[in-house]
């Protein structure tokens, strides 16, 4: 299968180090203390967080930090096969377990002791990179809930085929049963929080398919940085300053 | 992403900020005292944002980050509307629209005895000052204000309350007055009571002034000073 051309071009267009288009929206569940929506080309991802609020299990309390908890899911709209999934099954268990460790350690949880923060993930429209989506909605919607982070984090994935890595996999390639690196990073701290690898790399390659994913990464938190500029520009310009 | 240059420390005052930004560098500012207010800390000599929000200066030495949000962050001598969520023997529990419910002692209201506990049913709205604010404690609040009289706060009787963002709360507590409560009280006369925890309740003699008012004030969050005038005004031609 080519998932490369000759001419350096993808299966949808875009060349292997170009990234899918980013768009995002902040405040769009009213309800919610924060929100946002994030897509990556056809990948559509929207994150509510509610809290810091009062723990709702007791014996889940802890007295030296907050409690976060994240639930991700994947309605059956999503994906192309319209296949009935339990709502518990293994892969959105994983990657509920995936997101909530990464904002962990981004969230200053010790500054909210005996208190709980949810956030709620589900994927709209998947298109490959649900993950790294999931992980900079996420990212939007606790800053703007207002929730103490070290950084912004942010994720991207990358992968490997045809000899040659390519940013931002698509369904398409990521069906392809190649690698897949999703990483995600604190920007400004420049520092790893979240890499994962299906399958197999040499060492050197891996390297370089890091460093390219890490590209993206910086890539993404370019444009979080601006979208959260312009939110709070709005924020402080309904209030008259 | 490039670091912006530390040239002045001052050099981010009034700009937007978001988590992760690095503000101030303490290493270049030998012997200065400062003070650092929400949304900021220090992290060994870099004071890096936590929230996305404007960065504020107060002379001579203090730095905050203001932001705009829907929860509240406890903190001590601020007014609040809380509502009561359970009545325990010696505390009311109120929801404070915080991360943890506060305690109302039963005793600290003005003249407050064993003998005249105020019963309050759950979902009772109050206007309260909190006394006490701490992350390992939950807060404690007062229905008295520092000398212990009643003042204005207790029980908020009759009217309607509605949420919004703490940014609005503090807009409206703002002097000189908000362009919206002036305009409204010109010509109409109604109470209302602004919690910073982003409550804001509204009582008048009539319901339909009620509507009005709260109306005006829930959609001021999003206009300026001048638009707000048109607005309310706007809302005043249609009622008379």
């Known amino acids: 299968m080519e998932y490369v051309n000759p001419e350096g071009i993808r299966e949808d267009g875009r060349r292997p180090l170009e990234m899918r288009h980013l ?71 994983e990657i509920s377990l995936v997101i909530r460790q990464t904002m962990e350690a981004c969230i200053l949880t010790h500054l909210m002791p005996r208190s709980q923060i949810d956030i709620f993930v589900q994927v709209l429209s998947a298109d490959g990179g649900t993950r790294s989506a999931c992980i900079n909605a996420a990212t939007l919607a606790l800053a703007d809930a207002g929730i103490p982070m070290r950084d912004l984090v942010t994720s991207c994935s990358a992968g490997y085929l045809n000899s040659t890595p390519l940013l931002d996999l698509s ?20 520092k790893v929080t979240l890499l994962q690898m299906d399958a197999r790399l040499p060492i050197d390659i891996f390297e370089n398919v ?13 444009y979080i940085h601006e979208v959260l500029l312009e939110n709070t520009k709005q924020l402080e310009y309904r209030r008259g300053l | 992403m490039e670091a912006k240059p530390l040239d002045s420390p001052t050099s981010f005052v009034n700009q937007l900020v978001v988590p992760g930004d690095v503000v101030l560098d303490l290493s270049t500012m030998a ?17 890096t944002v936590l929230k996305a929000g404007k960065l504020r200066f ?34 009311f ?3 404070i629209k915080g991360p943890a419910l506060a305690f109302l002692p039963v005793l600290s209201f003005e003249g407050g005895t064993r003998r005249n506990i105020p019963k309050f049913e759950v979902g009772t709205l109050l206007y309260v000052r909190l006394v006490k604010a701490n992350t390992a404690i939950n807060p404690e609040l007062s229905c008295t204000d520092a000398s212990g009289k009643a003042a204005e706060f207790g029980l908020l009787k009759d009217g309607y309350m509605f949420e919004s963002s703490t940014g609005l709360s503090r807009m409206l507590l703002s002097s000189p007055a908000c362009p919206v409560l002036e305009a409204l009280g010109k010509k109409l006369s109604f109470e209302t009571a602004v919690g910073l925890n982003g409550r804001v309740w509204v009582n008048a003699a009539s319901p339909s002034t009620i509507v009005l008012v709260s109306n ?25």
């Not at chain 2, 003070?35 to 004071?47: N, T, V």
């Not at chain 2, 030495?61 to 007014?79: A, F, H, L």
Request: aromatic residues 4%; hydrophobic residues 35%; glycine residues 8%.
């Open chain 2, 216 to 240: 005006a004030i829930m959609n001021s969050e999003s206009l300026s000073a001048v638009q707000q005038k048109i607005m309310v005004d706007r809302l005043l031609q249609r009622v008379q």
């Open chain 2, 58 to 91: 107060a002379k001579p030495n203090k730095y905050w980050v203001e932001s705009s949000q829907k929860r509240y962050v406890p903190c001590v001598g601020d007014t609040v509307l809380g509502i009561v969520v359970d009545t325990r023997a010696d505390n």
């Open chain 1, 210 to 222: 890091v460093q390219l994913a890490t590209e993206g990464c910086k890539a993404v938190a370019n």
């Open chain 1, 171 to 190: 369904y398409f390639e990521d069906s392809a049963g190649g690698p897949d690196v999703t990483v995600g990073i604190l920007p400004k701290l420049d």
């Open chain 2, 93 to 95: 529990l109120v929801d």
């Open chain 1, 23 to 93: 768009h995002a929206e902040i405040g769009t569940v009213a309800r919610a203390d924060g929100s946002a929506v994030f897509e990556m080309g056809n990948t559509k991802v929207i994150a509510a967080v509610y809290g810091p609020r009062e723990v709702q299990n007791r014996s889940q309390q802890l007295n030296d930090q907050a409690l976060v908890r994240c639930e991700y899911s994947m309605p059956n709209f999503s994906t192309g096969d319209r296949m009935r999934k339990p709502k518990g099954d293994r892969r959105s268990t």
């Open chain 2, 31 to 47: 012997n200065q005292t400062i003070k650092l207010g929400g949304g900021l800390r220090q992290d060994c000599d870099s004071i």
